[in-house]
Structures are given as C-alpha cells and as structure tokens.
C-alpha cells in the first residue's frame, strides 16, 4: 500500500532532502521527516510555509504534482494593501506573467486566519496595511501565487499553502508530519 506523509512545511526549510550545494547548511526535509523512502510530490518555495505531500508511489506523486491533472492547491496569502473584491478580478480571469497567461483562479478576501507565529515574523509597517486572501489555482509554476498577487499590484508578505486537493494542514503545526493511508 502506498505511504503519504503530510508535512507542515515552516518557513526557511527547503522542500527536498539535502542541500549539498550549499556552502552553509540549510534547513531540508531530513531535518524532521524520518520516513524512507518517501520523496516529495511537488515543491513549496523555502520562504513559504505550508503543506507538502510526500509518497513512495510515483504515480501518486505525478497525479499530485503533474500540473495536468489539475489538482487544486488552496494558499492563505497576507497581501500588502487592501485590496477590494474588484482587485480580485485579474486573478480570477488569470493575468499573464513573464511566462505567459495563469489559469484563472479563485480568490477571494478573508479574515486574518488562526496561524501560528511565524518565525521569522511578516515585518509590520503602521504605515501600510495589509489583509488576507484566499488562491486555489490549478496549476504550479514557481513562485506563482507570489507573481500573481505583485501583478494585481498586491505583494504577497506571507504565504501559507492550505490544502492540495482533500488534504489538508488541518491540526499540524510546524515542522509536524503525519502519514495517512490512501
């Protein structure tokens, strides 16, 4: 039977095992998931937090990370500003990024999630405000969700991945895992 790990993801862990290439050591998947033989199925930028999925069936691991199987991945998402419903629209029709035109997305603004501290903290400026969204796309390219919203002139501060399909980070905390049957 295949084996699914649900990792939360903290900020600064990069999403694969080692990190050899690194002069000075980071923080990798080793570091708290002592699971053999599992890889991960799919990436999670390492200044983003959140839920990973790791397996030791590659099939599952391409029908999750496989952008053509259209897996909806759900990301909580502090935006700098106050955007408006309106300012949603360009995500929702899809924008078109240096590497062309995303999907649409859902979006929608929501209140400021129950999340654990995050360390190191999102900075807060008095001065500019800030406010929470929530993005299910479909698709995966790298640093996405943080393109998007910098395009809709919303820079992303902090961006924690929620669900991917029907899992979710649901009673995980950071630097958690749990492995699930399938």
């Known amino acids: 039977m295949p084996r699914l790990v649900l990792f939360n993801k903290p900020m600064n862990v990069l999403s694969q095992f080692t990190d050899a290439k690194s002069p000075s050591p980071r923080a990798t998947l080793s570091d708290f998931i002592d699971r053999p033989g599992v890889y991960p199925a799919g990436r ?3 200044d983003s937090e959140g839920l990973m999925l790791l397996t030791d069936d590659g099939r599952l691991q391409a029908r999750i990370s ?5 897996i909806e991945k759900t990301y909580l998402v502090q935006v ?3 955007p408006t419903e309106a300012d949603l629209e360009p ?11 995303t999907r649409p997305a859902r979006a929608r603004l929501i209140a400021a999630p129950a999340l654990w501290e995050r360390d190191p903290p999102v900075r807060f400026r008095k001065s500019v405000p800030d406010a929470w969204i929530e ?6 390219r790298n640093r996405q969700v943080r393109r998007m919203t910098a395009a809709a ?13 029907d899992w979710t980070l649901d009673g995980l905390a950071p630097g958690e895992w749990r492995e699930i049957e399938i």
Request: no cysteine; charged share 35%; aromatic share 4%.
């Open 44 to 46: 999670l930028d390492r």
């Open 66 to 70: 496989d952008p053509r199987h259209k």
């Open 80 to 82: 700098e500003g106050s």
């Open 91 to 101: 995500l929702r029709r899809g924008l078109t990024l240096k590497d062309g035109p």
């Open 135 to 140: 993005v299910a796309i479909r698709e995966g």
């Open 153 to 165: 002139g919303f820079p992303t501060l902090r961006l924690v991945r929620w669900r991917i399909g």
